[in-house]
């Protein structure tokens, strides 16, 4: 190839073998969903993705491929989406609004042709869930910075919806206006936490004194900036592109390393994989007594089940002030050695989910 035009000429013939060969895998994948509907089997299935990218990396770490891990991830978990509405469309339900962190997060899993639910709360996505208007929600469990989400804990202790898959994603930050220079802008629309996490930014550039409106999410921030020529908003990224906000600057957050953990709920158990972890909460009935959160860890010990967190929550029981233990371990729920332990405690364990562990 000596020229541009030589170089065009070979991707588009390269551009239609692709397509034959996704047509060809899609054609397979609507076999899969016919089998898939005849035994009633659940169309995501995490562990079976992730097995395929784990391979697909090592194949091309050893054909010396050009593509890194995060770029095979996005052009597969692209066509993981696309595939999974051929073989069955399903609805996603999600703590909104559109353009939230939460919606980014979903569409990086379900891909831009899924069919999305925006509600205005996280009980109203355990609701949608259990009334079984949409297959799969997307919360957020824990932040970096912020902690343990209670009300997702909350509600997954009395629900009968569990977490299938969890994924971690940094949380960057950008500051989006229609105004063409810094000094004409009057107003800055965020949440009230995004001004709190762009103070340095603020800061540097002069905008300390300008008028900061805080807003109910940092996508509502965008609609009003959107409106607004001399305004701003400090949002997601997702959010300025929806609502047509040219980003200035990208990456204003203080803390370059806060991340929020989501989880992704739904109705089915995952199968076992070599990398599973679990959630549970859990009520000691002998809290009281001295030792007994300790004896029920011996047990894990025991069993060499290695622990991932480990939280206390209010129990909210009447007549006290108890508490229950949210607790995250490595293995799956059916796996022989970990039963050991849930049975000894069957009456105190409240199984939450056992799912592939996401990179944090």
């Known amino acids: 190839m000596k020229t541009l035009d030589d170089c065009r000429v070979a991707i588009d013939v390269i551009d239609n073998e692709m397509l034959e060969l996704l047509n060809k895998r899609m054609q397979v994948v609507q076999r899969v969903g016919e089998i898939k509907k005849d035994t009633d089997s659940a169309i995501y299935r ?22 890194n ?27 909104g609004p559109e353009g939230s962190f939460t919606h980014q997060a979903a569409e990086s899993r379900f891909g831009a042709m899924s069919n999305y639910l925006s509600l205005n709360s996280i009980a109203s996505v355990f609701k949608t869930l259990e009334a079984g208007r949409a297959k799969f929600g997307v ?30 994603m940094p949380i960057h930050i950008s500051f989006a206006t229609k105004a063409e220079k810094l000094e004409n802008i009057e107003k800055i629309y965020s949440k009230d936490k995004g001004f709190g996490q762009c103070r340095e930014f603020l800061s540097e550039h002069g905008l300390v004194n300008v008028e900061q409106i805080p ?20 949002c997601s990224h997702i959010a300025a592109k929806l609502y047509d906000v040219p980003t200035m600057f990208e990456n204003i957050e203080d803390a370059i390393d806060n991340t929020t953990r989501f989880v992704i709920l739904s109705d089915f158990k995952n199968a076992i994989s070599k990398e599973d972890k679990t959630s549970i ?26 622990l991932s967190k480990i939280e206390s929550r209010p129990s909210k029981d009447k007549g006290g002030f108890g508490y229950w233990f ?9 796996e022989e050695k970990i039963q050991k332990v849930i049975q000894k405690h069957k009456n105190e364990v409240t199984w939450l989910g056992s799912y592939v562990k996401g990179e944090d």
């Not at 996508?219 to 020529?229: G, H, N």
């Open 69 to 95: 891990r995060s770029a095979i991830e996005a052009i597969f978990l692209e066509i993981f989406a696309v595939a999974r509405n051929l073989e069955l469309p399903e609805r996603i339900a999600y703590l």
């Open 281 to 306: 909460l859990v009520r000691l009935k002998d809290a009281v007594e001295a030792g007994s959160l300790v004896h029920f860890l011996q047990d894990f010990d025991a069993q060499k089940i290695n």
């Open 326 to 334: 949210y607790i995250d371990f490595y293995g799956h729920i059916d």
């Open 215 to 234: 807003v109910e999410s940092t996508a509502k921030a965008a609609i009003l900036a959107a409106k607004e020529p001399n305004s701003a908003a400090i």
């Open 46 to 67: 995490p562990e079976r993705e992730k097995a395929i990218l784990d391979r697909l990396v090592i194949l091309n770490k050893e054909s010396k491929g050009l593509l």
């Open 139 to 168: 919360v957020p469990i824990e932040n970096s910075r912020d902690g343990i989400v209670g009300e997702t804990l909350d509600l997954l202790a009395k629900s009968s919806v569990k977490i299938v898959a969890e994924l971690y």
